[in-house]
């Protein structure tokens, strides 16, 4: 035996990592998630905290003043902050969803102007990608955009738009060639601020969870931007967009480990206390069967999520088939953990009393965001069939 044998093992900062931000999110986010998602507010007791921790957006490099996190610690901070509330998760991970296409494919002069705001809390970024008619089919956007001299014009709507209204900026995927030989082709990225002329913010959607992190609908009417805030050359923004997703879907697969982790653990304390039949339920093999079921598959997507990170991190190629099975495996075991968690708290769990089934609500929409399941199942499937 090895003590010392460290392969296949986190590094000791990213334990200490997960310690830190475990130890802020029981001290200064939990105490507020039910009532966050109850008066479905922006959580920004946790956004502060996140912000004078430091943990708001860890992966922005240093070179822009950032931490320089990497791709596994960045999923530790989201899985650590989901465990108590995943709508305050979404800070980091959104954010890092919507610096990802600057990161990959912006000029430097792009970067060093948005990329430090983010580093430092005073703003936050999202992602604009769907529409309505074009969710799973992305090509088939409708949102436009135009050069008129030293200025993009857009024109359009977008929608489903998480943090839409508390970010600064935003990402934006607009088509500005029509008439391109193929509609992937003719889409182009760009940064958008929220104070730029034309530019509005919808009313929040009315969801079933992840109440605290508001979604909207934003509109461009004219929007006029500066021609460099363009994100790489025209015609590769959605080439961008889906390279950006191959480095975020591991990110919403740690914020569903960290749901269906904060589910298991209020399982495993309920189920020690209650009692029938003159006994603790945790005493039933029926229920020891259920739990230890959750914590194997809980388990299984952890590693499934870190290994897709890291070969992120390292810029592996052929990013897809990992990237897709670990949003898609985790976030079907988010799901089955959290209503078995449920299960086990019978009649109180089906109540909001306690936390298990706003977790259930806030794991549905990892099955669906960053590409419904089915979508990845279609994106490992082409991966596979390519040889």
Same mark, same amino acid.
């Given at each position: 035996?090895?003590?010392?044998?460290?392969?296949?093992?986190?590094?000791?900062?990213?334990?200490? %990592?997960?310690? *830190? /931000?475990?130890? +802020?999110?029981?001290?200064? $986010?939990?105490?507020? #998630? &039910? @009532?966050?998602?109850?008066?479905?507010?922006?959580?920004?007791?946790?956004?502060?905290?996140?912000?004078?921790?430091?943990?708001?957006?860890?992966?922005?490099?240093?070179?822009?003043?950032?931490?320089?996190?990497?791709?596994?610690?960045?999923?530790?901070?989201?899985?650590?902050?989901?465990?108590?509330?995943?709508?305050?998760? %979404?800070?980091? *991970? /959104?954010?890092? +969803?919507?610096?990802?296409? $600057?990161?990959?494919? #912006? &000029? @430097?002069?792009?970067?060093?102007?948005?990329?430090?705001?983010?580093?430092?809390?005073?703003?936050?970024?999202?992602?604009?990608?769907?529409?309505?008619?074009?969710?799973?089919?992305?090509?088939?956007?409708?949102?436009?955009?135009?050069?008129?001299?030293?200025?993009?014009?857009?024109?359009?709507?977008?929608?489903?738009?998480?943090?839409?209204?508390?970010?600064?900026?935003?990402?934006?995927?607009?088509?500005?060639?029509?008439?391109?030989?193929?509609?992937?082709?003719?889409?182009?990225?760009?940064?958008?601020?929220?104070?730029?002329?034309?530019?509005?913010?919808?009313?929040?959607?009315?969801?079933?969870?992840?109440?605290?992190?508001?979604?909207?609908?934003?509109?461009?009417?004219?929007?006029?931007?500066?021609?460099?805030?363009?994100?790489?050359?025209?015609?590769?923004?959605?080439?961008?967009?889906?390279?950006?997703?191959?480095?975020?879907?591991?990110?919403?697969?740690?914020?569903?480990?960290?749901?269906?982790?904060?589910?298991?653990?209020?399982?495993?304390?309920?189920?020690?206390?209650?009692?029938?039949?003159?006994?603790?339920?945790?005493?039933?093999?029926?229920?020891?069967?259920?739990?230890?079921?959750?914590?194997?598959?809980?388990?299984?997507?952890?590693?499934?999520?870190?290994?897709?990170?890291?070969?992120?991190?390292?810029?592996?190629?052929?990013?897809?088939?990992?990237?897709?099975?670990?949003?898609?495996?985790?976030?079907?075991?988010?799901?089955?953990?959290?209503?078995?968690?449920?299960?086990?708290?019978?009649?109180?769990?089906?109540?909001?009393?306690?936390?298990?089934?706003?977790?259930?609500?806030?794991?549905?929409?990892?099955?669906?965001?960053?590409?419904?399941?089915?979508?990845?199942?279609?994106?490992?499937?082409?991966?596979?069939?390519?040889?």
């Amino acid at each position: 035996m090895n003590a010392g044998f460290d392969t296949y093992q986190l590094a000791e900062e990213h334990q200490a %990592l997960r310690d *830190a /931000v475990r130890a +802020l999110a029981e001290k200064e $986010i939990a105490p507020h #998630a &039910s @009532e966050v998602d109850e008066q479905e507010r922006f959580p920004q007791e946790a956004a502060d905290a996140l912000i004078r921790a430091g943990f708001q957006a860890v992966h922005v490099p240093e070179a822009y003043d950032g931490q320089g996190a990497d791709a596994v610690a960045t999923c530790i901070v989201i899985e650590e902050v989901a465990r108590v509330c995943a709508s305050s998760s %979404l800070i980091p *991970a /959104v954010n890092k +969803l919507g610096s990802m296409p $600057i990161l990959l494919s #912006a &000029s @430097e002069e792009l970067k060093k102007a948005v990329l430090p705001s983010i580093a430092s809390g005073e703003a936050m970024i999202s992602y604009a990608l769907s529409e309505r008619e074009a969710g799973s089919d992305t090509a088939s956007m409708r949102t436009r955009a135009h050069l008129d001299g030293d200025h993009w014009v857009l024109n359009g709507t977008k929608c489903w738009i998480t943090n839409a209204g508390v970010s600064t900026w935003y990402t934006v995927m607009a088509v500005t060639d029509p008439n391109a030989a193929k509609k992937s082709s003719g889409i182009s990225a760009f940064v958008v601020h929220k104070d730029d002329p034309g530019f509005e913010v919808g009313p929040k959607e009315r969801k079933l969870g992840i109440k605290g992190s508001p979604t909207r609908e934003i509109y461009f009417q004219d929007c006029t931007i500066p021609a460099d805030r363009i994100i790489g050359e025209p015609g590769t923004g959605l080439k961008t967009a889906l390279r950006t997703l191959d480095h975020t879907r591991p990110t919403i697969g740690a914020q569903a480990v960290g749901i269906a982790q904060g589910a298991l653990d209020a399982a495993i304390a309920y189920v020690k206390e209650r009692k029938q039949f003159g006994t603790a339920i945790a005493d039933f093999q029926g229920v020891q069967f259920m739990l230890a079921d959750m914590a194997m598959k809980v388990e299984a997507a952890r590693h499934m999520v870190y290994v897709s990170a890291a070969r992120a991190e390292r810029g592996e190629a052929n990013l897809g088939f990992i990237s897709a099975a670990a949003k898609c495996f985790a976030s079907d075991v988010a799901m089955e953990v959290t209503t078995n968690a449920v299960q086990l708290f019978g009649g109180a769990g089906y109540t909001r009393d306690f936390p298990v089934e706003r977790m259930m609500r806030d794991a549905k929409i990892t099955q669906i965001y960053e590409g419904t399941n089915q979508i990845q199942r279609m994106v490992m499937a082409r991966s596979l069939l390519k040889g």
